[in-house]
């Protein structure tokens, strides 16, 4: 199950650019809170301590909890998290809520792992190319997984590893494969070696030596 991060949030009233940029300014961040047949909320939240969450993968798969006053009002998923242009800050966060019975879908990460090992790297000398980075689940809230592995351990090359051969907790269900989308999730890949250089033309087109140059014949 993904990891538990709490917000602490503020209720805010003020709408429009202006005043969101008078939060940025504050140190704030602008969000709103919406989904499971209520209102939508909008909060604001201090900066620094969103920011770091963002540093965490397992911010982006979790269950957060959002605090008003001390108080959890709602739990919630981000669904989207938009960053300033050019600086290196959160300037809004998109949240959704999620009911207890009700099935949600997310985009959740793979881990890769034995990639060093497997037979097609350590003994072909292939090289693992990652098809896929994250595939997309459906499952309730409490099931919701941080990342899904995936074993490299046994394959050779030209092997690939597709989604019906992960492993997925109980309750998950991969929205590619109800589609009939089996896709390659990794392979290993010949490393093709380069080829030979062609001779320069100018090597090709040598000048002959004086015993194999043809003799002039006189006047």
């Known amino acids: 199950m993904s990891g538990k991060f709490e917000l602490n949030a503020e209720m805010r009233s003020e709408k429009g650019t202006g005043a969101s940029r008078r939060l940025r300014r504050a140190g704030k961040v602008p969000g709103i809170l919406y989904g499971a047949g209520k209102e ?10 969103l920011w770091h969450h963002t540093h965490h ?32 800050k959160v300037a809004h966060v998109d949240l959704q809520r999620v009911s207890a019975t009700e099935r949600l879908h ?57 989604l019906s051969n992960l492993t997925v907790p109980e309750g998950v269900i ?24 062609e001779p320069a033309a100018a090597e090709a087109a040598a000048p002959t030596t004086e015993a194999e140059a043809p003799k002039k014949e006189g006047k």
Do not use: Y
């Open 40 to 49: 939508p909320v909008m909060l604001s939240f201090d900066h620094d301590p």
């Open 57 to 88: 993968e397992a911010f982006f798969t979790a269950i957060l909890s959002i605090k008003v006053d001390g108080k959890i009002i709602d739990q919630a998923i981000l669904r989207d998290l938009h960053m300033h242009p050019f600086k290196p």
């Open 106 to 162: 997310l985009l959740v990460p793979l881990h890769f792992i034995n990639q060093e090992t497997a037979p097609g790297v350590k003994l072909q000398g292939g090289l693992v190319a990652h098809l896929m980075t994250e595939v997309d689940v459906s499952c309730l809230p409490s099931q919701l997984p941080e990342f899904l592995t995936v074993d490299v351990g046994n394959l050779h090359v030209g092997e690939s590893i597709h």
């Open 174 to 197: 991969l929205t590619d494969l109800t589609h009939g989308n089996d896709l390659a999730i990794v392979t290993i890949t010949v490393v093709r070696e380069a080829p030979e250089p």
